[in-house]
């Protein structure tokens, strides 16, 4: 693949942070908003009976004619979708489109059975890079810019959904996957990269192998890091920030959906806004399945509203947030969806505490002499579960404090989370480092 490397600070566009690249959609007042989203979600029901057999099934099976769509409070009524559904349809039972208009096709790996496939038509394409293209304007991107974008190429939707999407905002793209992170280090650094494009994780462990060359990234180029695919903390987002000299903003999105710029922080960083022209966002309570008001924690649920190839019908995510329309000061009248913290399938329950890793982050990183690199074990004790904590120390550390390092951290994990739980101390370097989305929890549970 060829690098542009045309960029030069001197042609950088003027407009200021957080301005929009699509003004008109992104500030459109919200009854108008709510009026195209009931226009387009029946267009997409009405695509889904017509052409999806499973969802004509569900539709017909709950009495709902797409036709008698009346509000959006009726979104309500609808059949939720959920992941084993693709599973089950595998590989192109759910698609809307015959292969004939199909132009790409992504899959997420799972962890056990088949992968999850999902389809793009041109149109489709066309507006997944107009939505990552808006994030990345959000995010304080500009046309001119070098993006370097660390997201790994192939099935997973982050490499290609970011590089399309800046391209089309006008930014010169470094396509260079995960990995060979030293290789990383030189070309942010002679390419002059504005913007690193990486999952939180990633980038911290571009930051690490900068340090060991002897290179300090925080004096580099970078200016914005636009990172997902994972949950992180508050304080890793600092951590990063420290460590990388730039701005960290947060972007979200799942391929049964679309792919990343479902939603992204704009310069506020008070939630991610979720781009309700084209999705419509719900939360709901996890067990029961009724909607929460606004506000309350719950899954949130996504409804696609243009797309033709994959048309979803109350996707259930299994990311747990909340969701937010009072107004934001960018003056983008877009929902906001509160930074993820975790996904259900994620949740420990801890001797009857519920604990997300991104917890467990919150207290490490930050800790004096612990290094941001974490991991929980789960094992099988009897017929009850254990958990424990694997932290690092800081290089640098003698290992005759590491106990004294574990007893401090289990203290702040007991008064912060209200678990008490074994942790021990690795040596720098040996929590494993992700190139893509890291494995926060080793699960060493016999399997079946
Ligand atoms: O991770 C798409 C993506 C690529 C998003 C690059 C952002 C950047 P999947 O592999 O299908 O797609 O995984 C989707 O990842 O349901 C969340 O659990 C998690 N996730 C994605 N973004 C965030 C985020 C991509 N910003 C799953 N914060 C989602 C927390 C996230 N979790």
């Not at 506000?295 to 509203?305: D, F, N, P, R």
């Not at 290094?371 to 003698?398: M, T």
Request: proline content about 6%; hydrophobic content about 40%.
């Amino acid at each position: 693949m060829a690098v542009t490397t045309t960029a030069n600070p001197a042609t950088r566009s003027t407009q200021g942070a957080g301005a929009y690249l699509h003004g008109e959609s992104e500030t459109m007042p919200r009854e108008q908003l709510v009026a195209l989203q009931l226009a387009r979600l029946r267009e997409t029901l009405r695509n889904a009976y017509d052409n999806v057999p499973l969802h004509r099934a569900r539709l017909e099976a709950a009495g709902i004619d797409p036709a008698a769509v009346a509000s959006l409070d009726d979104v309500r009524h609808l059949p939720f979708t959920v992941k084993t559904d693709l599973r089950d349809q595998y590989p192109f039972g759910m698609l809307a489109r015959p292969l004939g208009e199909i132009s790409r096709v992504h899959a997420s790996s799972g962890t056990t059975g088949k992968p999850t496939v999902v389809a793009y038509t041109p149109s489709d394409l066309s507006n997944w890079s107009d939505l990552v293209a808006r994030s990345f304007a959000a995010a304080g991107a500009r046309k001119g810019d070098v993006v370097h974008n660390a997201y790994g190429y192939g099935l997973f939707t982050g490499g290609l959904g970011a590089h399309y999407g800046a391209e089309r905002l006008g930014c010169a793209v470094v396509p260079v996957s995960g990995g060979s992170t030293e290789r990383q280090v030189q070309l942010i650094v002679d390419l002059k990269a504005r913007v690193l494009c990486a999952t939180p994780s990633y980038a911290l462990a571009i930051a690490e192998v900068a340090g060991n060359m002897g290179v300090d990234l925080s004096k580099g180029p970078l200016q914005i890091g636009i990172f997902g695919a994972e949950p992180w903390s508050d304080a890793m987002r600092r951590e990063i920030e420290a460590r990388l000299g730039l701005k960290a903003m947060d972007i979200y999105g799942l391929s049964e959906i679309m792919g990343p710029g479902v939603a992204c922080e704009c310069e506020h960083r008070n939630g991610l806004h979720g781009w309700e022209d084209h999705f419509l966002f719900e939360v709901i309570d996890p067990d029961s399945g009724k909607p929460l008001p606004e506000g309350e924690a719950g899954e949130l649920v996504i409804t696609t509203l243009t797309k033709q190839a994959l048309p979803m019908i109350r996707y259930r995510t299994r990311d747990i947030t909340k969701l937010s329309t009072t107004r934001c000061d960018c003056g983008r009248t877009h929902v906001r969806i509160l930074r993820v913290t975790g996904r259900n399938d994620d949740m420990l329950i801890i001797r009857g505490v519920n604990v997300y890793p991104s917890q467990v982050e919150a207290v490490l990183v930050g800790l004096p002499d612990v290094a941001p690199h974490y991991q929980l074990v789960v094992e099988r004790q009897g017929s009850l579960d254990n958990v424990s904590i694997e932290a690092e120390a800081q290089a640098g550390v003698p290992e005759s404090e590491y106990a004294r390092i574990g007893k401090q951290i289990a203290h702040h994990i007991k008064s912060m989370i209200g678990i008490s739980t074994a942790v021990s101390v690795k040596k720098p370097g040996e929590i494993p480092r992700s190139q893509g989305k890291a494995v926060r929890v080793r699960d060493l549970r016999p399997k079946g």
